[in-house]
T-cell receptor, first 112, second 113 residues
Framework: GEDVEQSLFLSVREGDSSVINCTYT??????LYWYKQEPGAGLQLLTY?????DMKQDQRLTVLLNKKDKHLSLRIADTQTGDSAIYFC????????????FGTGTSLTVIP | DAMVIQNPRYQVTQFGKPVTLSCSQTLNHNVMYWYQQKSSQAPKLLFHYYDKDFNNEADTPDNFQSRRPNTSFCFLDIRSPGLGDAAMYLC????????????FGPGTRLTVT
């Protein structure tokens, strides 16, 4: 499978911005995603970006894509305690049958 | 609300005792997926159905089987669970119209004793 890498842990103070980073190896990746997983729950699709875009903003979430460096980031503005969760980066491509390849997840802890 | 439902949320089975996990969806999506997620790991795709066409991942053990009797339902059968099969099992769906959007159920946490 394709490699999708994330740092394992991130800790931020409530009200600060969080930036979660992801790198991937498949240069043919068409779609890149961010999913949120709360304890004991399934994965919730937060946002996704097409590979021909370099930025997407959705309320408190900003996704930046550097296709040259194969680097994706998720910025959460004004981070709240309810944002504490594991965040998974994923990518898919028609070249691999649109199969999703997930990173190992970044555990975000928001300190009140 | 349209959604992906998994039952049960928690399942305990004994070593070697067959177990079935179920997934249903009201999204009318034609693609359904089963993922295995072990603690602190990324979800790993086991297999998926494109309509009735079954697609098994190359490294999915033979111990894992699946059935999809209709569009709405999909089952994961573990014929002889081992201790290493304890995990969260996630069902997901997508539509061929927008294959880049996968919607996940809440998962079933399987414990093997």
């Amino acid at each position: 499978g394709e490699d999708v890498e994330q740092s394992l842990f991130l800790s931020v103070r409530e009200g600060d911005s969080s930036v979660i980073n992801c790198t991937y190896t498949d240069s043919s990746s068409t779609y890149l995603y961010w999913y949120k997983q709360e304890p004991g729950a399934g994965l919730q699709l937060l946002t996704y970006i097409f590979s021909n875009m370099d930025m997407k903003q959705d309320q408190r979430l900003t996704v930046l894509l550097n296709k040259k460096d194969k680097h994706l980031s998720l910025r959460i503005a004004d981070t709240q305690t309810g944002d504490s969760a594991i965040y998974f980066c994923a990518e898919s491509s028609p070249n691999t049958g649109n199969q999703f390849y997930f990173g190992t997840g970044t555990s975000l802890t928001v300190i009140p | 609300d349209a959604m992906v439902i998994q039952n049960p949320r928690y399942q305990v089975t004994q070593f070697g005792k067959p177990v079935t996990l179920s997934c249903s969806q009201t999204l009318n999506h034609n693609v359904m997926y089963w993922y295995q997620q072990k603690s602190s790991q990324a979800p790993k795709l086991l297999f998926h159905y494109y309509d009735k066409d079954f697609n098994n991942e190359a490294d999915t053990p033979d111990n894992f089987q699946s059935r999809r009797p209709n569009t709405s339902f999909c089952f994961l059968d573990i014929r002889s669970p081992g201790l290493g099969d304890a995990a969260m099992y996630l069902c997901a769906t997508s539509s061929e119209v927008s294959p880049y959007e996968q919607y996940f159920g809440p998962g079933t946490r399987l414990t093997v004793t």
